[in-house]
């Protein structure tokens, strides 16, 4: 075995080396992807898997390899159907006009481009709250998304981009009735309404309460696969929710409101 290591690492040439840089790459973007996401322990799990498949090869453990060689063997099909929102996005995203007028080509095959989140971040829970009870009292309907770690810029990019000031005006004004902005969500990110009329991800829960509307299917189907914070004010009711990891948190008071918000924000 270490004399076949050792051949193997004669053999080892500049063709080798591109092969692994770009597998490193590739590997790099696909974990960038998926960061603060629920996909990324599936994407280390499988990773895992792959790193002891090759050491139990090395080692040649004949049954351990043929077990886990199955798994390998299915692996496409398994990473298919875990992963086909991100792969559905990776998809739209090659294919948009984006990508292919994006001429910063260097961050592809840049390793220095990792943001360190801070474990706080910066909102003026003010200017939310206000809007959301203002709008509550009229009973205008509003979702309201905070970004924390998670990129949510696929999201972003199926909304109109706004990159304004945060205030309570400002979005009331958004989700004004006869405001062509009303429908869909606001993404806020680093104190900044960053996009209005975004698109998001419904939930697929059969359980999910009847009583609840589409906004509240939105904020859940979001926060199950993200980090991020979904504030819904009912355009029926007129009550204020907040849903964090999928689960709701309704019929909250400014108080209530706050707390949570600032709870979750230090996390």
């Not at 898997?49 to 063997?73: C, D, M, P, Q, T």
């Not at 309201?144 to 109109?160: A, C, P, Q």
């Not at 960053?194 to 999910?208: D, K, Q, S």
């Not at 819904?232 to 007129?238: A, D, I, K, L, Y």
Request: net charge positive.
């Amino acid at each position: 075995m270490f004399c076949q290591l050792y051949i193997l690492f004669l053999s080892f040439n500049i063709t080798d080396a591109i092969d692994i840089l770009l597998v490193a790459i590739m590997l790099y973007q696909l974990y960038k992807m998926v960061k603060g996401t629920a996909a990324v322990n599936v994407f280390i799990g499988l990773a895992l898997i792959y790193i002891v498949w090759i050491i139990v090869r090395a080692f040649e453990l004949k049954l351990l390899g043929s077990i886990l060689g199955k798994f390998i063997n299915v692996g496409v099909i398994a990473v298919m159907v875990v992963f086909q929102q991100e792969i559905r996005k990776f998809l739209l995203y090659i294919g948009s006009n984006e990508f292919i007028k994006n001429k910063n080509w260097k961050s592809i095959f840049s390793f220095s481009n990792v943001s360190v989140a801070s474990s706080r971040y910066v909102l003026d829970a003010d200017a939310v709250i206000n809007a959301c009870f203002n709008m509550s009292e009229s009973k205008t309907g509003a979702l309201i998304i905070i970004s924390r770690k998670s990129d949510l810029k696929f999201y972003v990019n199926t909304g109109e981009m706004v990159d304004s000031a945060l205030t309570d005006k400002m979005l009331e004004n958004i989700f004004y009735k006869n405001s062509p902005m009303h429908d869909g969500a606001v993404i806020i990110k680093d104190n900044r309404i960053i996009a209005a009329r975004c698109v998001l991800p419904v939930t697929e829960n059969e359980n999910f309460p009847s009583h609840f509307g589409m906004r509240h299917r939105a904020a859940v189907g979001l926060t199950e696969t993200t980090d991020a914070l979904a504030i819904t004010v009912s355009e029926q009711t007129g009550n204020v929710s907040l849903t964090v990891n999928g689960e709701i948190n309704s019929n909250l008071n400014r108080d209530k409101l706050r707390y949570l918000i600032e709870k979750n924000l230090k996390n």
